[in-house]
């Protein structure tokens, strides 16, 4: 996996990308009369968030865990330090699972990245590293000509047309836990929190398995109003999972525990 890849491609973007903030202005079309139609979707590396892997399985009416096993795989890099999901292209031609020859088959509920390319976004862990502020730059992939004519967009006008605020607003929360200053200080998370994240953030089918099937309910204080919204609504369950990993992993009171199971101190 091109994990080593990733992190290049950050020290590029970091050093060499010019900088652009949401009124700055570039042109782009993409659409199926261009010669290029299709090649991005081959040998890519996506990252998959919470949010993503929810409209994805949602829309192929398969489970999370079907999901996570048939269509993705989990990047290994020791500077991880919590488990990443990508997007598995097929082993034979290296193509995005969803590629047909009339473009995406999942276009509605394609990824968070696949919407907002040709624009990129240095995470504000990644702009640390220069002078702290998030900013957006352009991917000029090679293969693409969607440069050459078009519309002329400002980012923010082409995040609208792409339709990423709902995707933006579950990245946000994620990133809430993934950039938590104890999370970054932390020198490896114990295997069965990294589990916790894993099922939480990528695997909510599970996660609703584990909050109905077991006795967790009876051990923390749960309004009843969101309790059964969240054995349908999966956003609900997210919102609710981030909240109890906050609770679990940094020890904050998003969540109450019932009296009677209170520890004594
Ligand atoms: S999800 Fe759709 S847009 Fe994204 S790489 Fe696959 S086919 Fe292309
Ligand atoms: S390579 Fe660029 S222009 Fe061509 S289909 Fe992909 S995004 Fe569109």
């Given amino acids: 996996m091109k994990t080593n890849t990733i992190s290049k491609l950050n020290e590029t973007i970091i050093k060499d990308y010019p900088r652009m903030h949401q009124d700055d202005k570039f042109v782009f079309e ?3 009369g261009v010669s290029c139609f299709n090649k991005c979707c081959n040998d890519v590396n996506i990252f998959l968030t919470p949010y993503d892997i929810i409209r994805l399985k949602n829309r192929l009416g398969i489970t999370s865990s079907e999901f996570l096993d048939k ?4 990047p290994i890099d020791e500077n991880l330090r919590h488990p990443i999901v990508m997007l598995r292209m097929n082993d034979d031609n290296m193509n995005c699972p969803f590629v047909t020859e009339k473009g995406c088959s999942v276009y509605e509920d394609r990824p968070w990245s696949c919407r907002m390319y040709p624009v990129g976004v240095a995470s504000p862990n990644e702009a640390a590293q220069s002078d702290g ?21 400002t980012i923010q ?3 609208e047309n792409q339709g990423v ?6 990245g946000d929360l994620f990133k809430e836990i993934s950039l938590h200053e104890k999370l970054l200080k932390l020198k490896a998370i114990e295997p069965v929190k990294l589990e916790m994240f894993y099922m939480v953030c990528y695997d909510i089918d599970k996660f609703r398995e584990f909050l109905f099937e077991s006795s967790f309910f ?6 009843n109003e969101k309790k059964e919204k969240m054995r349908t609504d999966d956003l609900e369950l997210l919102k609710f999972g981030l909240e109890w990993l906050r609770f679990s ?6 969540i109450k525990v019932r009296e009677e199971y ?3 101190v």
Avoid: A
């Fill in 30 to 32: 993409c659409h199926p």
């Fill in 71 to 74: 269509y993705t795989l989990l």
């Fill in 133 to 153: 502020n998030e900013f957006y730059f352009l991917l000029k992939e090679e293969v693409c000509k969607g440069f050459e004519k078009g519309t002329e967009w």
């Fill in 157 to 159: 006008s082409w995040m």
């Fill in 165 to 170: 605020e709902e995707y933006n607003y579950y």
């Fill in 218 to 223: 009876k051990r923390f204080d749960i309004d």
């Fill in 249 to 254: 992993l940094f020890g904050e009171k998003t």
């Fill in 262 to 264: 209170l520890q004594p």
